[in-house]
C-alpha cells in the first residue's frame, strides 16, 4: 500500500468549481480560445460529444437565469478567466452577462454534436476579425489537448494521457483504502478541510433559499416541523441535496467537486459531515472518514467512466459515503464490503439524464441508500451472490457495475439524449 499514491490521487481528483462542471468545462474551452484569438470574438461554433451534450443542457449557468451550453460559451467567451480553470466564471460581471445574453439571442453560439465515441469531448472554435481559434478538451475537465490560431497549433498534448490518468482510480482496491485510511497520519488529509468549507457553505445557501425543487429545504423544515423527525439520515439528506439545488440552480458560490464533478464531491463529502457533527466525533475521524468516502468513489469511478449512463451519485459517491458512514459507525473492512455489496444491489439502476434541479432528487435516494446500507452492513446482513449482479469478491461486484455501466448500457445515453430533445 503506498500512501503517496493514495493522497496523490485524492489531491488530483478533488478540485473546487464554480457550476455544473460540463457546462463549465464548455466556458473553460471558450475563454482559452478566446485567449488564443486575442480578442473578443463575434461567433462561436460548439461541438460536444453525446454525454457532454446531455450533461449541460439543462443546468443553470451561474450568475444567470439561463441554462444551456449557449449561454455558458458566451460567457466563457466574453468574459471567463483562461487562468482559472472549472471557477473560469469567477470575475463575470453584469455586462459580461448581459454582452453574453445578446450573443445567444443574436444565434452567435451554434452548437453541434459531435461525432466520436469518447464520451468526454468538446471542441470550441471562436472567430473574431482577425480569424478564429480553437480549443479541443478531451476526457477530463481541463485536460486541454490542443489550441489552434487561423490553422497554426499553439498547444498539443497527447488525449491519451488524461485517459491514463482518468483511470489510476483502478490501481486502488477497497482493503488498500481501508489500510490507508487507518494508518496514515490524519494530519496528511487536513487539506479536505476546504472542501468540507465549501460543500457545507453551499449547503447553508440552499437550506436558507428557495434554489430549484427546494428538496433539501422542503425536508429540512419538515424536520423541525417534526419533533420526531430529525435523524442523522434526514440531516444528511437535507444538508447534501440543499447543495445540489443551489449548485443546479445557477448559485455562484463554488463546490469542491470528486471525479470532475460537483454533485458527486457533494454526495461524497456532505453526509460523512452530517454524521460528524450529529455524533460530536473528532476532527481526525471527520478526515479520516472523507479520505475514505472521497477514495472508494474515485475507486468505483474509474470503472464507471468520467461520464456515464449510471447516476455518478448514485451509484459512485453513495457507495464512497455508505463506506464512510459505516467505517465511522466502527465498522470492519468485513462490515465496509458488506456495504459495499448493499449499496450495488440497491441503486444500481439510477440513470443519469442529464445535469438538471431534479438531481437533487437522485441525491435524496442516494444518500438515503447509505445510511440504509450501512445499517444493514453493520448488523453483518450483506447482499450475495443471488443479488444480480452483486459477487461475493467485493472487487468484482465493482468491475460488475462498470461493466453494466460501459459495456451494458452502450445505447442508453443516445436514447435518453433523443428523449430530452424531444422535451425541450
Known amino acids: 500500500m503506498n500512501q503517496e499514491l493514495y493522497i496523490s490521487l485524492l489531491k488530483e481528483e478533488i478540485a473546487p468549481a464554480l457550476g455544473c462542471t460540463e457546462p463549465i468545462a464548455i466556458a473553460y474551452a471558450s475563454a482559452k480560445a478566446r485567449e488564443a484569438l486575442g480578442e473578443s470574438p463575434s461567433r462561436i461554433f460548439v461541438q460536444v460529444s453525446r454525454n457532454i451534450l446531455k450533461n449541460a443542457m439543462g443546468v443553470g449557468i451561474p450568475g444567470t437565469d439561463m441554462v444551456g451550453l449557449e449561454i455558458a460559451s458566451a460567457l466563457g467567451a466574453l468574459g471567463g478567466d483562461p487562468n482559472a480553470s472549472l471557477e473560469v466564471l469567477h470575475s463575470i460581471t453584469e455586462k459580461t452577462v448581459a454582452d453574453a445574453k445578446k ?21 470550441v472554435t471562436v472567430y473574431g476579425p482577425s480569424g478564429e481559434a480553437q480549443t479541443v478538451i478531451e476526457d477530463m475537465h481541463t485536460n486541454i489537448t490542443y489550441i489552434l490560431k487561423n490553422g497554426k497549433t499553439l498547444f498539443e498534448k497527447p488525449s491519451e494521457e488524461a485517459a491514463a490518468a482518468a483511470g489510476r482510480g483502478s ?70 441535496c440543499a447543495a445540489a439545488d443551489a449548485r443546479m440552480s445557477g448559485s455562484r458560490m463554488p463546490v469542491m467537486t470528486s471525479c470532475g464533478s460537483g454533485n458527486q464531491g457533494i454526495t461524497a463529502t456532505l453526509p460523512v459531515v452530517a454524521l460528524v ?148
Open 171 to 240: 490501481l486502488i482496491t477497497v482493503d488498500g483504502i481501508y489500510e490507508f485510511v487507518n494508518t496514515v497520519d490524519w494530519k496528511e488529509l487536513c487539506f479536505l478541510k476546504e472542501a468540507v468549507d465549501l460543500n457545507k457553505t453551499i449547503a447553508q445557501e440552499g437550506l436558507s433559499r428557495p434554489y430549484g425543487l427546494q428538496v433539501g429545504k422542503s425536508i429540512y423544515e419538515s424536520m423541525r416541523l417534526d419533533e420526531n423527525a430529525g435523524d442523522i439520515m434526514d440531516y444528511a439528506i437535507a444538508l447534501t
Open 277 to 424: 457533527e450529529r455524533k460530536n466525533l473528532s476532527e481526525e475521524m471527520l478526515y479520516r472518514g472523507l479520505a475514505m468516502s472521497c477514495l472508494v468513489t474515485i475507486h468505483v469511478k474509474s470503472f464507471i467512466g468520467r461520464l456515464s449512463p449510471l447516476c455518478g451519485c448514485g451509484v459512485g459517491a453513495s457507495i464512497g459515503a455508505c463506506c464512510a458512514v459505516t467505517y465511522l459507525l466502527g465498522g470492519t473492512l468485513e462490515q465496509i464490503c458488506c456495504a459495499i455489496r448493499n449499496v450495488i444491489a440497491d441503486v444500481s439502476g439510477i440513470i443519469c439524464d442529464g445535469a438538471k434541479a431534479g438531481c437533487a432528487l437522485k441525491i435524496a435516494t442516494a444518500v438515503a441508500s447509505a445510511y440504509r446500507c450501512s445499517m444493514l452492513a453493520l448488523r453483518n446482513i450483506s447482499a450475495t451472490p443471488l443479488d444480480g449482479i452483486v459477487s461475493s469478491d467485493v472487487e468484482k461486484t465493482i468491475r460488475n457495475l462498470g461493466h453494466l455501466g460501459t459495456d451494458g448500457m452502450a445505447d442508453t445515453d443516445k436514447v435518453i439524449l433523443d428523449m430530452m430533445v424531444a422535451n425541450r
Open 103 to 123: 450573443m445567444v439571442e443574436e444565434k452567435g453560439v451554434e452548437v453541434a454534436l459531435e461525432p466520436t465515441d469518447k464520451k468526454f469531448f468538446i471542441r
